[in-house]
């Protein structure tokens, strides 16, 4: 039960944060109000993620973005999801049924799963605190490819095909990657729980593993089909991708999806790298939320940027150059925690590891070309004129 | 990657050649466009702020002078797509008058070679551009609903007297311009 | 299908007339092999207007807006181009100071022809709008430089048989002069985001490589010719107009590849602001259009008259037979013969570079489809 000698203790005492094990021994309680809070600060950071993606870049596009729903337009996805509650929903004639209603419930769960072992607004205040919170955190995101390939596979549609084909090949790909550069994390934090890594980083890890967050960007970024790899979705080549059959609230639920994977996976960037919730001043949990939308600036500011990359150089760009750096860069990585003198200070690895960083990149756009070339094709085949 | 060799080429420097560190040419692209968010917006939020059109406007109406008309039917004769309906006849007095006067806006692509042709400064084309309906058949112009009024005003095309009177264009030159040197050619 | 060991099946996929980047309502029935483009077959038709009939039936001047609507994003070319051929058909004389404006509308209209034409080529390899904006922020104030010159802004109808319709208002020539004095800088902010941008260098570089021979074969005409080393240009061969009177530089490619045809255009881009600043200086006073009669009756005889186009050789072919209309008009519409080669240069690359191939052709199906 609620222990309320204990708040008012923590009250007197200037506490302005709810202490770890708020509100008292009851799991059951814990587990609601944490899953209340996690289910709240996801959808609003959902929110909040595409507002400023829509106004962040149409700024970048010397335009104004939406400004009329509501002031400054903040409630323009609200009615965007009114608007799409209320059309129909069509379904193919030769769909499977049943796994084109199930794709977009697929795709977004994982994104709320994920905030199960973040850690929110202190140290302790998660709704489970794993041991190996890492590795969940990786298991659970590689789900989303299922819900992509669920997609593309019931809309009886080539475009999704390809596009479905596309993103497996795609997500899975940098799933090494992504792993690899997490793992130089956990050797330097020394634990697998989130919790402890945000308590171990004194210096945030984003400079004492540059090379790790660079390419954990980048395997985020493709994992969560943003640009530069956003070829699930190419809306100049096959219109739509995945989700070219889904309307209203399918619709709906796959782009609330693919903000949310962006959204869980900006906090896992902001946890590992930028050190959680840590911060002067302002409560913890809006410091979370500041450092995942500066991480989500530099991913919109990348996608209003730069072109895609075709297919065959993006595995090209996952499997010659993020795979091998991030291995070496794991291999230094243990060398460094393993002989590093006692009592020495960290802050002598940030400029060793940013000069290493900065060899290995430029020792690796010298020796690495993404190749892809044309095919020959030597047979002709025959068109059937239906 | 292999660079390129162009022999004509006034441009400073090559680009494949000078790009030896990756990440150069995505670093300078990211560059401009982080200007392009510190610079002002240049769209105009349209119903509240609208932009005044230039005095040559060819708009989606026309404005026709009953004083000045003759009933000559120039300008139906130079209509590419024969819109114009002129009828005239014996009015009250036995005297001549246009009866009918009907231009369909529905068929018409604003070309202006009616009012070019015309050689009694009687028609003139309009400057409104908001004069949609609801069906087709009322987007006809009658005899009535071609005056000019103070909602219907003409423009300068081919009437140099009142291009004279009608207000400056904006122009995005003006609102969205920059002062820097000239680049390099 | 010959692929190692495996066997795969094809599959045809229609890129229909509605799809986001097929400049206009343009078919292409693809096969596939995998991501492979095997082969292609272009269909078009869906914008056809019957421009050519509608013609006969139609004076010399009423022609001219007929004209403005076949490739709608250049318009003033396609008005000079057909008033040139009426003028070589009927021996009407054209007044200096209206070869000047013709030139320097020209011009401009090549450098807003070219400015869409490269926003979205870089639309479709995927930047999301950005670049697209800033040019078309610089297509706009030339637009708005053409509203203020003959009162529209994409159908102008203002090149007349024996001259232009209209002179310039007087605020016009310093608004020209100071546009044509920002675009260098302009230009060098498209080319800092895109040319150097590593990713637009791989996805670009070597892709789509048009032949030399095969562009001479398939006569080709415009950038896409020129981007594979072939030094041809109606400007400076088969001179029209006063083009002789400036100086100003082709650009070549080398390879003939997507990077090529773009380079080119904005190379050709800094040649319209050097040509229309030569043109700004030298321009005389005088008259603006010659006295020709209202319904012009040309001796019988038929004509060919071309100009080089935004987009490549478009020429008009007309035959008169003493009456006030023609008797046949036809369009040598540059994009549908630069299109034919469609086919020889897609095969073998994925439906990526398919796109982006066909957008450096650059087509106009208005022009394609009539």
Known sequence: MIDIDNLKAAAQAGQTTFPPDWPGANPWLHALVYIVAIIAFTLIMILAFIYAERRGVARFQLRLGPNRAGPEGVLQAVADLVKLLLKEDIVPTLADKIVHLLAPVVATFPAMMIFAVVPLWGSGALLSDLDVG???????????????????????????LISAMRGVAQMVSYEIPLVMALLSVVIMAGTLSLNGIVDNQDIPYLLLQP???????????????????????????????????????????????????????????????????????????????????IAFFISFWIRATLPRLRVDQLMGLGWKALLPLAVINVVITSIEVLFWPDGLTMWILVPVNFVIAAALVYIWSRTVSLRGGRVEIRTRTEIKTA | MKSEQEQKSKQPKEPAQQRRI??????????????????????????????????????????????????????????????????TGRGKDNKYEVE??????????????????????????????????????DLVQGKDNMVETERRKPSGYFRPKIEKTLPAQTLLLERAGRKKKRGAE | METTQLRTEPFVINLGPHHPSTHGVFRMRVVFDGEVVVDVEPMFGYLHR????????????????????????????????????????????????????????????????????????????????????????EREKLLDL???????????????????????????????KRFVQEMPSYIDDYENLITTNEIVLSRTKGVGVLSRELAINASASGPFLRASGIDWDLRRDDTYSIYNRFKFDIPIG???????????????????????????????????????????????????????????????????????????????PSTMINLTTLRDLTIGWKLADLIVIFGSVDVVLGEIDR
Request: aromatic share 12%; hydrophobic share 40%.
């Open chain 2, 100 to 137: 009918k006067f009907e231009i369909d806006t529905g068929r018409c692509v604003f070309c202006g070679l009616c009012v070019e042709s015309c050689p009694y400064d009687a028609l003139c084309i309009g400057r409104d551009y908001e004069l949609a309906q609801f069906r087709r058949s």
């Open chain 1, 134 to 160: 890492t590795l969940y955190v990786l298991a659970i995101s590689s789900f989303g490819v299922l819900g992509v390939f669920m997609a593309g596979w019931a809309s009886s549609n080539k475009y999704a």
């Open chain 3, 50 to 137: 019957g421009i050519e009939k509608l013609a006969e039936g139609r004076t010399y001047t009423q022609i001219i807006p007929l004209t403005d609507r076949l490739d709608y994003l250049a318009a003033m070319s396609n008005n000079w181009g057909y008033v040139m051929a009426v003028e070589k058909l009927a021996s009407v004389p054209v007044p200096e100071r209206a070869e000047y404006l013709r030139i320097i509308v020209g011009e401009m209209m090549r450098i807003s022809s070219h400015l869409l034409a490269t926003g979205f080529l870089i639309n479709e390899l995927g930047a999301f709008f950005t670049p697209l904006m800033y040019m078309y922020r």
């Open chain 1, 211 to 293: 090379l790790a967050a660079v390419i954990y960007f980048l395997a985020m970024s493709a994992e969560v089909n943003r640009s530069p790899f956003d070829l699930l979705e190419a809306e100049s080549e096959i219109i739509a991708g995945y989700h070219t059959e889904y309307s209203g609230m399918k619709f709906a639920l796959f782009y609330v999806a693919e903000y949310g994977h962006a959204v869980a996976g900006m906090a896992i960037f902001a946890t590992f790298f930028l050190s959680g919730w840590k911060g002067p001043v302002l409560p913890p949990i809006l410091w979370l939320a500041i450092k995942m939308l």
């Open chain 3, 254 to 332: 080398t390879n003939g590849d997507v990077y090529d045809r773009y380079m080119c255009r904005v190379k050709e881009m800094r040649q319209s602001v050097r040509i229309i600043e030569q043109a700004l200086q030298q321009v005389p006073k005088g008259e603006f259009r010659s006295n020709v009669p209202h319904l012009i009756r040309p001796p019988v005889g038929d004509v060919y008259g071309h100009i080089e186009a935004p987009r490549g050789e478009l020429g008009f072919y007309l035959v008169s037979d003493n009456s006030i209309a023609p008797y046949r008009f036809h369009v040598r």
């Open chain 2, 22 to 87: 990756l990440g150069t040419g995505i670093v300078k692209g990211m560059k401009t466009t982080m200007k392009g968010l510190l610079s002002k917006a240049i769209t105009t939020s349209y119903p509240e702020q609208k932009l005044v059109v230039s005095k040559r406007f060819r708009g989606n109406e026309f404005v026709w002078y009953p004083g000045k008309c003759t009933g000559c039917a120039t300008c139906a004769k130079s209509c590419p797509q024969g819109n114009i309906e002129i009828v």
């Open chain 3, 146 to 176: 053409f509203d203020m010159l003959c009162g529209q802004r994409l159908t102008y109808n203002y090149m007349r048989v024996g001259g232009v319709s209209h002179d310039p208002p007087p605020e016009w020539w310093p608004a020209v």
